[in-house]
């Protein structure tokens, strides 16, 4: 090593090995002594206030009712029940939210880009009024001035007989089992299979002989008429059932509750408008030469943007749209702020103040979104390894 | 000889030209855009005649109660009236001059940062960032100087949220830089405690960690001593925010080439010196716009402070029309909260562009 030339011997504060050595042993001692000194503290006053710790509180009987559980639930189901049904709540807004919200967000972000420009300036309104305004005050929004003074349900707004919007939320036909399920799923699974095989055979073909091969028709017609076969000789797969009005409310069917309604809408709205700049950005880096140079081999229109445009610019689009998908699974928190039952309301606020468990509640509800973080970001930093540009 | 006289030119053909020509190219090229043209026109004619009827025209202006609201738009007297209590919460009516004075001093104090030839504009700046927050705490809070106490948890409305969105970007700005300079260590023991810490509260919602600050602090202090909720609310905020900021200012760190810490080895400068004397200078200067954009985040996720029972404006709002004096003035009082925030997250999100473009000179390599 050159800088040992001439140097003293034995340490010296001067050697910057050292120093980095030094260092770091005190940031170590910081971190273990303040880490150290809050658990020392936070022992005491837990015996001061005769509180006990530990994760036996998660078999008690929790006996409060919740509006929504995608599990069956009664009052007096253990805590640790109550915690699974507020993550499936979670994860089932997050689910939504992140499609609708992708869907919306791909619209808008291309309508940024139309040369109409009546499109053009719509988007551009839609992207800069909900990207400003708090997500927590458009849930605020959605839920007290829009779904709670809705009618109630006898004056509910009624969608063909079938789907009823009342301040008791979305009524809407429940499907249930048939006769007919099971040949329904063995003939999907066989339609899905049957495309899978075709698809490779036709690539297979593509590469030795040129020859192209409808394949989005063929797969259509084979997903449509397999499972159609199937209903046919089988009979339906479900059955649905309508609701119907008896006395105050709904029987029957399914129901989408409001505050379900307010978060998912709000959530959606709201991402949206991200999804659409990042969307936006990501077209408008794939440089015009591209364009150009995917018209002078002839490719047209459609297959210059399926074939050279989307997949670069998708390259771009993809690591920002990740960090929204995980600000979406965070931001369906908020929904603390109107009750829908999912991870926080219901298990860091109703089970934290019955229990007083404070430190395990909070810890057990941080490591829930850690976990959904960390995954998130590692399923999409796979993807986007595999489509990332191979260079030489 | 006679000279010839030109005639003078043909007008352009009225079909490139003038309104026509500009529809025709931008409205109606195909028949697909006419479509969404057509489309277009149709929503927002959906949208906004009703809107403005019951915003502007319809609405009620004057009045003191609910019963002035005759008309079938907009009842704005609500907000009227309980305008004071969306600006300044609780907050004593006579002592309200005070918050306008913090307002007004903040506004005079940095006006002179954003003056270009203004001499000695860096120190200045510190003198400011460090002279400002005890003259606004001493004038909000009082206690001193002859001045009543206001405690804090009277305080509310905008300029709460106002307070912990500005107390939140100070406080987590020098620990961002920390964080970020010991993300980039080589030092491996002091990079993994960074990267822990930046990870951990990137991970979890602002909602958690309010919570956590409202129930968890008080055990992890010692006995007898506690916190008011304000000051713990700023602290959750604060370590949250500071490992966003860690993020944005790696981003300018990493954006420097490496031939200028290079540079700054061959001068034989240490790595303080080098660092605050070569490498941060640049670097935050290329993450102004970053970190404008960070203070909007914040500035919207003050609003979640409704968790833990602080009145910001969104939940003066809240609070305002569950009264049952005007009940049924949700949609009004949301509107005027949304259009308060609106107004600010815009207004800084046009001023982050504008930085970026202002910036955006003599780095482009």
Not at chain 2, 91 to 110: F, I, Q, S
């Amino acid at each position: 090593m050159q800088n040992q030339i001439g140097a003293p011997k034995g340490l010296s504060l001067n050697d910057p090995r050292v120093r980095a050595w030094l260092f770091q042993i005190l940031t170590i001692v910081f971190v273990v002594g303040l880490g150290w000194y809050l658990f020392h503290n936070t022992q005491t006053n837990l015996q001061h206030r005769g509180i006990t710790s530990g994760f036996d509180f998660l078999d008690r009987s929790a006996g409060f009712g919740i509006a929504q559980h995608l599990i069956p639930y009664v009052e007096s189901d253990s805590y640790a029940r109550v915690f699974v049904i507020g993550l499936l709540n979670t994860l089932l807004v997050t689910f939504i939210g992140v499609i609708l919200a992708t869907i919306l967000g791909f619209i808008i972000g291309v309508a940024r880009l139309s040369p109409n420009w009546m499109i053009n300036k719509l988007a551009t309104v839609y992207v800069e009024t909900f990207r400003n305004i708090p997500p927590l005050l458009q849930i605020l929004f959605w839920y007290f001035a829009v779904f709670l003074t809705l009618p109630g349900p006898r004056g509910s707004i009624n969608i063909d007989d079938m789907f009823f919007i009342s301040n008791r939320g979305l009524n809407m036909p429940g499907a249930s089992m048939a006769d007919g399920f099971w040949p329904f799923v063995v003939a999907l699974v066989v339609a899905i299979a049957a495309i899978v095989v075709m698809v490779r055979l036709a690539n297979k073909r593509f590469d030795e002989t040129g020859v192209p091969f409808h394949k989005f028709w063929v797969g259509l017609a084979l997903l449509i008429v397999i499972p159609g076969l199937s209903v046919l000789l089988f009979g339906s797969p479900v059955t649905w059932e309508v609701p119907q009005l008896k006395g105050f409310n709904f029987v029957g069917g399914w129901v989408l509750i409001p505050e379900l309604l307010a978060l998912t809408l709000a959530l959606t709205i709201y991402t949206a408008a991200f999804i659409a700049e990042i969307v936006r950005s990501g077209i408008r880096s794939v440089s015009h030469g591209q364009t150009e140079a995917a018209r002078s081999l002839g490719l047209r229109e459609g297959p210059t943007l399926r074939k050279v445009i989307i997949p670069q610019a998708l390259r771009v689009i993809i690591p920002p749209l990740t960090s929204q998908y995980l600000n979406l699974a965070k931001n369906s928190s908020l929904a603390a702020g109107i009750g829908y039952p999912e991870m926080v309301s219901l298990f860091a606020g109703t089970v934290l103040n019955q229990t007083g468990q404070a430190i395990e509640v909070i810890a057990i509800t941080m490591s829930v979104y850690l976990a959904i973080s960390i995954s998130i970001s590692l399923l999409m930093n796979w993807y986007n390894k595999r489509i990332a540009l191979i260079e030489r | 000889m006679n000279a010839h006289v030109f005639k003078p030119d043909m007008p352009p053909p009225v079909k490139t030209v003038g309104v026509l020509a500009w529809m025709r190219t931008n409205l109606f090229s195909s028949w697909l855009n006419t479509l969404l043209t057509l489309f277009a026109i149709y929503l927002v004619w959906l949208i906004v005649p009703p809107l403005i009827q019951w915003a502007l025209i319809d609405a009620n202006w004057v009045g003191t109660t609910r019963a002035d609201c005759t008309k079938e738009g907009a009842c704005w007297v609500f907000v009227q009236q309980r305008f004071g209590q969306f600006m300044y919460g609780y907050y004593p009516a006579e002592l309200r001059w005070r918050v306008d004075l913090t307002v007004w001093l903040a506004v005079l104090g940095a006006a002179p940062l954003f003056i270009k030839r203004f001499p000695r504009k860096a120190f200045y700046g510190l003198g400011f960032l460090v002279l400002y927050p005890i003259l606004a705490y001493t004038l909000l809070h009082g206690g001193v100087l002859g001045l009543d106490t206001v405690a804090t948890s009277q305080w509310g409305g905008l300029m709460l949220t106002l307070v912990i969105a500005t107390v939140g970007i100070v406080g987590a700005l020098p620990l961002g830089i920390l964080l970020a300079l010991g993300r980039r260590s080589r030092m491996p023991a002091v990079k993994v405690v960074c990267v822990t810490f930046i990870e951990f509260w990137r991970g979890v919602p602002l909602i958690t960690v309010l919570f956590m600050s409202s129930v968890m602090l008080p055990l992890f202090l010692p006995e007898g001593m506690s916190f008011d909720k304000l000051l713990r609310a700023m602290i959750g905020v604060i370590l949250f925010q500071s490992a966003y900021i860690a993020e944005v200012v790696r981003g300018g760190l990493q954006a420097i080439p490496k031939g200028q810490y290079e540079a700054a080895a061959a001068m034989g400068l240490g790595y303080w010196r080098a660092m605050g004397l070569v490498i941060l200078p640049q670097a935050l200067k290329l993450v102004i716009p970053g970190i404008v954009n960070t203070f909007i985040a914040l500035f919207k996720d003050t609003s979640l402070v409704i968790i833990i029972g602080l009145f910001d404006l969104l939940n003066s709002v809240k609070q305002a029309a569950a009264d049952p004096a005007w009940l049924g003035m949700a949609t009004e009082g949301y509107v005027f909260a949304a259009l308060v925030f609106w107004i600010f997250c815009f207004g800084m999100s046009r001023y982050s562009m504008h930085l970026e473009r202002k910036l955006d000179t003599g780095h482009k390599r």
